[in-house]
């Protein structure tokens, strides 16, 4: 049998703020980081647009300075600031900063679209101010892998590193990813997690374009949500194995259990039952979830009509009337939809949760619709008996993914 | 005409995250740590700010930091003459 996978370290960066701690404080306190933003897309733009946003909550270049005693400036994009930051604290709490990781330690973090920010800045000289030229880092700064090549960098891994991108899947797809990596025994340690940072002038008005934003807020499973909010940040866990972390005296976390991967091939936007009920079977089967008494369901949940009464149906479909004794909850109504780093963040907030024997309320709830029939966690923190977590990621292009993790 | 000397010290500082300190006049860019990846950032820095071109190999990193200072001010003066 297979050695136990363990997570040894969290990591998180949000609108709910800076560190996994203050992630799970305001999530199970019912704060809530949406808010409107102006995005002035300078000179060469449109007039400037308010948009309710989840943007970074706190100075995270700052506390990376602090965190790594040097300058960062302006040399990373955000979005691998974040990325940097939260592996930074995943790894200081599974006790591995100090020595160089080394070669079995592999570094897998996803995100949707890379350094937006900086592309931005650099096509607004290029065809905006008519610049010859643009940043000559503007390449490194933007490329997809920027923050894995960051992260081991930084902390000497120099095993198994990449990236994974399957839009607001991105994340989860790394988290298994990882996973993978050490079952196959391809490394011992594995950084997973994700990050975005989409929240541009240009970037907003391109999810507008697809007609799925709320002009409002996020409200997971309620009637009258109207669409998702973009938000920005990033997550990371440790993942290692179970005699890894027992010789370093590393506290288990959680157990790993599985992950389901899947795709509709259908449609880019809508999604499908049978995709996104294939990846949870897949994830919730062999570990035994189908079964428990009490499983904390994380759901993707990002308040758009289409998404939340297919993952209600899915879920129903999946668990039957046992999904009555399954809480669940929708933390893209406190952070938004941090895309690439979604999945990763919903799982680092869902595993303290677990810990804690709290569920985190949904938040902007109106009332019921009877298409979302399930047991939302609504009002404030309940809680619960659950000794198994399910993290579930549905992404445009129809790319699935679901985790699973049981309580240490 | 010099006198941007801070200025420049503080872009160099900003571009390559080395510490002011020790931006060593006397100092080979090499011997300060600056690479070649560090440089075309200051480069590009300079160009923005002065509105000047810089030759891609205007620089070596064998230079010491006080004649790439003398350089990039002879071309902000010719700029403004």
Avoid at chain 1, 21 to 34: L, M, T
Avoid at chain 1, 56 to 82: C, N, W
Avoid at chain 2, 14 to 25: F, H, M, N, V
Wanted: charged share 15%; proline share 5%; glycine share 12%.
């Amino acid at each position: 049998m297979a050695e136990t996978i363990v997570v040894t370290g969290l990591g998180a960066v949000s609108a709910l703020g800076l560190g996994a701690a203050e992630n799970w404080r305001a999530a199970r306190a019912g704060e809530g980081g949406i808010a409107p933003h102006l995005f002035e897309p300078g000179p060469h733009g449109p007039a400037p647009v308010t948009t309710p946003a989840a943007l970074v909550k706190g100075d995270a270049v700052a506390a990376l300075e602090t965190a790594l005693g040097r300058r960062i400036g302006g040399s990373l994009d955000p979005f691998a600031i974040y990325a940097l930051l939260a592996a930074h604290e995943a790894l200081a709490q599974a006790g591995l900063l100090g020595a160089p990781l080394g070669s079995r330690a592999a570094v897998v973090m996803g995100n949707g679209i890379g350094g937006l920010q900086t592309l931005e800045k650099a096509y607004e000289r290029f065809f905006g101010l008519k610049a010859t030229k643009v940043h000559p880092l503007t390449v490194p700064r933007v490329m997809v892998s920027a923050p894995v090549s960051a992260i081991a960098m930084e902390f000497g891994a120099t095993g198994p590193v990449f990236a994974t991108s399957s839009a607001c899947a991105s994340s989860g797809h790394a988290v298994a990813q990882g996973a993978a990596l050490i079952a196959a025994g391809l490394a011992d340690i594995a950084v997973v997690g994700g990050s975005e940072a989409m929240a541009s002038p240009a970037g907003m008005r391109s999810w507008e374009g697809l007609q799925a934003m709320s002009p409002t807020t996020c409200r997971p499973f309620s009637s009258g949500r109207d669409g998702m909010i973009i938000g920005e940040g990033g997550a990371a866990l440790v993942l290692e194995r179970q005699s890894s972390a027992r010789a370093r005296g590393a506290p288990a976390l959680a157990t790993w259990a599985g992950a389901g991967l899947s795709s509709d091939a259908f449609h880019w936007t809508q999604p499908s039952l049978e995709g996104t009920m294939a990846a949870m079977r897949q994830a919730c089967e062999p570990a035994g979830l189908l079964e428990a008494r009490e499983v904390l369901i994380s759901s993707h949940g990002t308040g758009t009509p289409l998404n939340d009464k297919n993952e209600a149906a899915a879920l129903r479909g999946l668990f039957g009337a046992r999904a009555d004794a399954h809480p669940v909850i929708a933390t893209k109504s406190a952070h938004g939809h941090v895309i690439g780093g979604s999945a990763a963040l919903q799982a680092v907030i869902a595993l303290m949760a677990l810990a804690a024997g709290e569920a985190p309320p949904i938040l902007n709830y109106l009332g019921a619709d009877p298409e979302c029939d399930l047991d939302l966690v609504l009002g404030q923190a309940r809680p619960i008996g659950a000794t198994s977590l399910l993290v579930n990621a549905f992404a445009f292009g129809g790319l699935n993914v679901s985790l699973a993790f049981v309580k240490a | 005409m010099a006198g941007h000397e801070d200025e420049l010290i503080e872009i160099i500082a900003e571009e390559s995250l080395i510490d002011r300190a020790k931006l060593d006049p006397a100092a080979k860019l090499e011997d300060i740590g600056l690479d070649s990846v560090d440089l075309v950032s200051v480069i590009f820095a300079i160009e923005e700010k002065y509105g000047v071109e810089i030759a891609e190999d205007a620089f070596s990193r064998e230079d010491t930091l006080a004649k790439v200072l003398a350089k990039i001010e002879a071309l902000i003066d010719a700029k403004g003459a």
